[in-house]
């Protein structure tokens, strides 16, 4: 986490389990019916399939140890408890092996709307309904072990690809364009804004574009890019990753769509 933050991360029981209290329980239940009502409509079919899969409930903050087993049984991909934020090299490492980090603890009712650091309901009903989708699970891992081969010097720019697909990427469905990044479908203000054409700016997925487009992690996202299918998201990392970010690196960004954050 950041040095400023006030959150401490949980730890594990002899048993395996998080302690979590009546009023942690209220917030994510809160959380969970608020953007269920929200994504019903939003989220694509895969997403909401892979909340019935883990069997995501409001009544309880979920288990660790629970998410991980469903995980294992649809998709053989796990999580992992972290203690804080980890150096970028662990989360690569952790991706590689088919673990997913989590952070183990839930904001607080102050930070209901808004969280900077991700907590447990962004982890866990952001991105894990989405590793019950081979394709999508395969397409984490196969980031991972890119990102561990190509190391340090790459790494910024592949998080670019991360950014824009795992946090907030939408897909284009029969049903119409349907999100499912974690960054979307676990914040209401996101939910919304990257439904409402007139508020952002969505582009078609290239993979060239997307390593070359800087972000801003504080703010509504200005820029969606949307794919076609799981299957093609899958492919995108068995393309020539180095030779795309190198191309990437001698192009240079595009300009900012969005101001400098303040000092």
Known sequence: MTKESSYTAKLP?????????AEEDAIWGEL??????????????EYLEGVALLGLMPQKVPQLLDVNKRLNETTGFGVEGVPALIPPSQFYALLSQGKFPLATFLRRREHIDYIEEPDLFHE?????????????????????????????????????????????????????????????VSSPSEAKSAMEIQTCEFRPFDMLSVLRTPYRIDIL?????????????????????????????????????FESKAS
């Open 13 to 21: 029981g002899p048993d395996g389990l998080y302690a979590y209290s």
């Open 32 to 45: 969970y019916r608020r953007q269920m009502t929200l994504l019903a409509t939003t989220a694509c079919r």
């Open 124 to 184: 866990v009903f952001g991105h894990c309904p989405m590793l019950t989708n081979k394709n999508f699970a395969n397409f984490v891992r196969h980031f991972g072990e890119t990102a561990v081969r190509l190391g340090k010097g790459y790494s910024w720019h592949l998080f670019r690809l991360f950014w824009f697909t795992v946090e907030f990427g939408l897909i284009n469905t029969p049903q119409g364009r349907r999100c499912f990044g974690a960054g979307i």
């Open 221 to 257: 996202q200005p820029i969606y890019y949307v794919i076609d299918s799981f299957t093609d998201l899958e492919a995108i990392v068995e393309q020539d990753m180095e030779a795309m970010i190198l191309k990437a690196k001698s192009l240079g960004d595009f300009p900012p769509a």
